[in-house]
């Protein structure tokens, strides 16, 4: 069992450098008021915010795993023996991704994942500034193993399936920037399905703000013992146990993954 706390940060559309060192400043005051999880989870591109003015500005505010950002929370995960992930956008040779790292309790990075799915309606331009990731991450805290998906990367069934079934994952984080554009009111409907469908715990963690805000933390079923928790729209934080035993009683009980019909 483990303790993850999502981050529900109110973090500024940063144009210059200056800017985002003032948001990961802030996560850093964030996460050492909330100390004693194993996990804590910064929403997407949490270091340098998620605007079209700030993808202008990506020259200065990319950064690599060697950049301030890496080197931060690596030293504060290594203070507080916990795992971080946390947001940025990531210089790749003459392109930019969509980045969530973790780094864990001793200050290594455990997982990279650059956003697979690029979001291109509404307020989201990504196709515009950024390339694509091409490779599934996952990561182990103990006994736990997590997958990640960003943003628009949860609306495709068969995306969160593969991590569900063939990475065999416990725990989705879901880190958004999640704006109040046609899209949003769908959201929990699919952060939910996305959850009990594949019985794992699922984690969507976005920005604070009346724009967006609204983060859900979802359990592997829904019963009258078993709920769903979801924030309002300022600054706070969400999350719980990660149970392994709740899982393995609930797969056990509702036998949806033993009774797919493969091969269709």
């Known amino acids: ?36 999880h194993d996990l804590y989870v910064l929403p997407e591109l ?27 929370f690596s030293s504060l995960a290594k203070e507080l023996k916990c795992s971080i992930c ?10 930019y991704r969509i980045t969530q790292a973790v780094v864990n309790a001793g200050g290594e990075i455990s997982a990279l994942y650059d956003k697979m799915h690029m979001a291109q309606f ?33 609306r495709f ?10 990475w065999e994952i416990d725990l989705l984080l879901h880190p958004s920037a999640f704006s109040r554009d046609g899209s949003f009111h769908s959201w929990h409907s699919f952060a939910v399905t996305r959850a009990l469908e594949n019985q794992v715990y699922l984690l969507s963690i976005n920005r604070a ?26 600054e706070d934080f969400i999350g719980g146990q990660i149970d392994l035993q ?7 009980e509702y036998t949806f993954r033993a009774d797919r019909i493969r091969d269709l």
């Not at 993850?4 to 008021?33: F, P």
Request: hydrophobic residues 35%.
């Open 1 to 36: 069992m483990i303790s993850v706390l999502g981050i529900q940060i109110n973090n500024l559309n940063a144009v210059t450098e200056k800017q985002r060192d003032y948001n990961l400043e802030h996560a850093r005051e964030l996460i050492l008021s909330q100390s004693g």
């Open 46 to 72: 949490s270091s340098s915010g998620y605007s079209e003015e700030t993808f202008r500005n990506l020259p200065c505010l990319a950064e690599d795993i060697d950049g301030l950002s890496c080197r931060m």
């Open 86 to 95: 946390f947001g940025f956008p990531r210089i790749c040779g003459k392109e």
């Open 122 to 154: 509404g307020n989201s331009r990504e196709k515009t500034y950024f390339s694509q990731g091409n490779r599934i991450t996952t990561f182990w805290i103990g006994d736990v193993k997590i997958g990640i998906a960003l943003c628009y990367d949860f």
């Open 157 to 166: 069934p068969e995306f969160i399936r593969e991590m569900a079934l063939k």
């Open 209 to 234: 703000g009346e724009e967006y805000g609204q983060s859900i933390f979802c359990p592997p079923w829904i019963d009258s013992q078993l709920h769903i928790v979801t924030l309002g729209d300022k």
């Open 246 to 252: 709740l899982i393995a009683r609930v797969r056990k």
